[in-house]
């Protein structure tokens, strides 16, 4: 394998999170393969980022210079970093020893533009029996119905993900900031599948893979464990998949979608009620958290076209 110098970019925005990213800065830290370099960047948190900066004498801490947001943040990490391939961990995740060496392994095919890793949840207590594998994307894992390792996909999810430097040329912008996280406090997304979708429009020929052995743990605290939570967030994905489709048309941007709500849910609702028949009582809780959770992530999607038609959403 060639030897290939790996950028890893952290966004941090919160102190709250403190403990969790210096776990995330020593995992990059242990890795069998090291990094070219890790670039921890603050969103707007001058005393976040004077801590960092005393905590991480091996990290370049900057602070994001563009609007307030995991979208600007990235950027801002993008701008900065100097190797061949850009990865991405987010603040609230660790990441497994050998997780740069089989994101590296994975671009030795020069048509993969992007690489996504399997990102896997921690739990802070358990998970909920309710709680659908197939809506594990609302806490910002893979989920079951993806894709098979290897084969390609549409986009990678962002708290495991790494591209080629090239690739934020050629996208022109980099990620969108008017679509993710903001600190307006509305779990919106789908900003980095805006982004693969623009990248595969302006590079035809390359394509995203997911590589299962780059493992990550994600953080899935007690307050993402709630209903409320799951349904709010449901909500904000279908507001984000009508920003997104009105980037880059409903054609790219919802053809992942499309098999997922006609094949991959009937099956998630016909396996929670046999469970529920075979006396699993859980499996009622999934069954309905399928069919609410898509019928949320709708209202969403309607809620977000109706707010670009008729004034903007609130």
């Not at 403990?19 to 001058?46: K, M, W, Y």
């Not at 900066?53 to 801002?76: C, H, I, K, Y």
């Not at 609302?138 to 079951?144: H, K, S």
Request: net charge neutral; with cysteine; glycine share 10%.
């Amino acid at each position: 394998m060639r030897n290939r110098n790996i950028s890893v970019i952290i966004c941090a925005y919160t102190e709250d999170r403190w403990n969790q990213i210096c776990d995330a800065v020593g995992s990059v830290r242990e890795q069998s393969l090291p990094s070219f370099e890790i670039i921890l960047v603050i969103d707007h948190n001058t005393a976040l980022s004077a801590r960092a900066q005393s905590a991480f004498p091996d990290v370049a801490v900057v602070e994001n210079q563009e609007v307030q947001g995991l979208s600007g943040a990235r950027n801002t990490g993008a701008a900065r970093a100097q190797g061949d391939i850009i990865a991405f961990l987010d603040d609230d995740a660790v990441a497994h020893e050998d997780w740069l060496k089989y994101l590296a392994d994975s671009y030795e095919n020069s048509k993969i533009i992007g690489v996504g890793g399997l990102t896997l949840p921690r739990w802070q207590t358990a998970r909920p029996a309710w709680f659908p594998e197939e809506f594990y994307w609302v806490i910002g894992c893979n989920y079951l119905g993806m894709a098979p390792p290897g084969l390609p996909v549409r986009n990678v999810i962002g708290a495991n993900m790494s591209f080629r430097h090239e690739a934020f040329k050629s996208a022109e912008g980099g990620f969108v900031t008017g679509i993710g996280r903001t600190s307006t406090g509305r779990p919106l997304g789908c900003e980095e599948t805006e982004f693969c979708i623009r990248l595969g429009q302006r590079m035809p020929g390359t394509m995203f893979i997911m590589d299962h052995r780059a493992m990550i743990w994600h953080f899935v605290s007690d307050s993402r464990c709630t209903v409320s939570y799951f349904l709010s967030r449901c909500f904000a994905e279908g507001i984000s998949k009508a920003q997104v489709a009105a980037s880059v048309g409903s054609g790219d941007g919802l053809s992942a979608e499309r098999a997922y709500t006609t094949r991959i849910l009937p099956l998630g609702v016909l396996h929670g009620i046999k469970d529920f028949l075979r006396g699993d009582v859980s499996g009622a809780g999934r069954a309905t958290a399928i069919v609410a959770g898509l019928a949320m992530t709708s209202f969403g999607y309607l809620h977000g076209r109706f707010s670009r038609w008729f004034g903007p959403s609130h």
